[in-house]
């Protein structure tokens, strides 16, 4: 069960001090609470029941009109807590850093919800209802460190964008760390597009001080300069010219995966001399569940280009993690589209909160959970609280006795 909480942590505070932006009325402390009890929170993160555990002072209607606020920014917030926490965390040995988009959704019940729709993104996958939303993280030894989202607007919307327009402007809002030497932009085949890949291009001629790569899956759709199609490679490719190669789990914990690859320079129309590979779980696989990726940095090997694509299940661990553990769309807000994304960046700041608060609980290369760190900050705050408490009692306790001592 959880207790009621009545104050703020010291350790909690001090962590909200640099938090920017210009902040009127109380608005600074709600958004203070809000954050804590969504990371602190077990149960149902709708405002009403996170608001059982709060002072009286803190209702829902105060955490309504903040996430209503048009004064604050939500992606400013998230950018620099983002930014504060991979500066505490401890560089990589090979100093690269990798970025990874994914596109998720959150279910929905209401209608009410001015972003939330319905469909799927092809015939092969179910229908649904809910928000769609597009993910960016930073990735190196084990971490997983959400940088950046965007809610997908409905089609009818007039101020709709794709995933991929939203995916770049992540990417050009995201500044690298400065102890990072080279970055690696990676993401499914929904993402290897000419305007993304031009894009990282573009980033790379840009930036004097480090270098910039994609590693994207492909469609089997795309040609050579000789109007060839790399289908064509895929289905009559010898099973001969595959070479098996292991790639060790990165995240999972100890083992290995076994796969069978083929890596080939090509020249993409629109995008240029790139390195192609084909990799498969077994030898025997048909060219259906062959993958195909696509990267602009020669000095890699296959085997390496599959081990960054393994890294892309990091990203699928944060989906799960902010909509199983931290709630991401369940507060019940309708009405306007800024509250609806100020809702779902509540629990990516809170991811970000936790990782902050319990990155000493992490040890770089193994694997860990949100839930584990929120297990820890749970029990944390509690001790906190009932300390706290008990101090309170005693201050009562003597000063009642202080106040019979003087009227005898």
């Keep these: ?51 059982r555990c709060t002072p009286v002072s803190i209702t829902a209607w105060r955490f309504s009109r903040l996430l209503k606020a048009t004064y604050w920014n939500i992606h400013l917030l998230v950018s620099g807590m983002a930014q504060d926490l991979i500066a505490t965390l401890p560089p ?44 960016l993280i ?46 690696i932009v990676s993401g499914d085949a929904a993402y290897g597009s000419k305007a993304n890949m031009k894009m990282v291009k573009d980033r790379d001629k840009a930036d004097s001080e480090r270098r910039w790569g994609f590693v994207f899956a492909m469609a089997r759709t795309w040609k050579t300069v000789d109007e060839k199609m790399i289908k064509n490679l895929v289905t009559h490719l010898p099973r001969n010219l595959y070479a098996r190669t292991w790639i060790p789990k990165d995240i999972e914990g100890s083992g290995r995966k076994t796969f069978w690859i083929y890596g080939k320079r090509l020249c993409l129309c629109h995008v240029g001399d790139v390195t192609v590979g084909l990799s498969k779980k077994g030898r025997n696989v048909g060219p259906k569940h062959t993958k195909i990726w696509v990267t602009n940095l020669p000095e890699l090997t296959p085997r390496q280009v ?86 309170v009692k005693m201050a009562k306790g003597r000063k009642t006795a202080s106040y019979f001592v003087l009227g005898r």
């Design 1 to 51: 069960m959880m207790i009621s909480f009545t104050y703020l942590p010291a350790f909690v505070t001090a962590y909200f001090q640099s938090m920017p932006g210009v902040w009127k009325s109380h608005h600074r402390m709600t958004l203070c609470w809000l954050i804590f009890m969504q990371a602190v929170h077990p149960g149902r993160h709708t405002l009403q029941e996170i608001t």
């Design 92 to 135: 990589p040995s090979n100093r690269i850093i990798y970025l990874i988009g994914d596109g998720s959704q959150a279910d929905k019940r209401g209608a009410k919800n001015p972003v939330a729709q319905k469909g799927r993104k092809s015939k092969y996958q179910p229908w649904f209802f809910g928000i769609r939303f597009v993910l």
């Design 138 to 183: 930073a990735a190196w030894d084990g971490y997983r460190i959400p940088v950046g989202f965007r809610v997908i607007l409905p089609k009818r919307h007039a101020g709709y964008q794709n995933e991929n327009a939203l995916f770049r402007e992540m990417l050009r809002e995201f500044t690298p760390p400065s102890w990072a030497k080279m970055v």
């Design 306 to 391: 599959v081990s960054i694509c393994q890294k892309r299940w990091a990203i699928e661990l944060v989906n799960g993690e902010l909509k199983s553990g931290l709630g991401l769309g369940r507060h019940q807000v309708s009405g306007e589209q800024r509250r609806s994304t100020n809702s779902v960046g509540i629990a990516v700041l809170a991811y970000l909160f936790l990782l902050r608060a319990c990155h000493h609980e992490i040890t770089p290369g193994q694997s860990w959970s949100i839930f584990q760190l929120q297990h820890g900050f749970q029990l944390r705050a509690m001790t906190n609280q009932v300390e706290h408490n008990v101090k």
